[in-house]
């Protein structure tokens, strides 16, 4: 099960640093966290 918690990190920061460039991209200012959090829809 370490694995999986494993690839999540891994996920998680990959998605981070796109998201980041995407951000950055598009002008804006907020923070990383902010955007990848999860959300309750």
Do not use: C, H, P
């Amino acid at each position: 099960m370490s694995q999986g918690s494993e690839l999540e990190t891994v996920a998680r920061e990959a998605i981070a640093v796109d998201m980041e460039y995407i951000a950055k991209t598009y002008g804006f200012n907020e923070n990383i966290e902010t955007l990848i959090e999860n959300r309750e829809w």
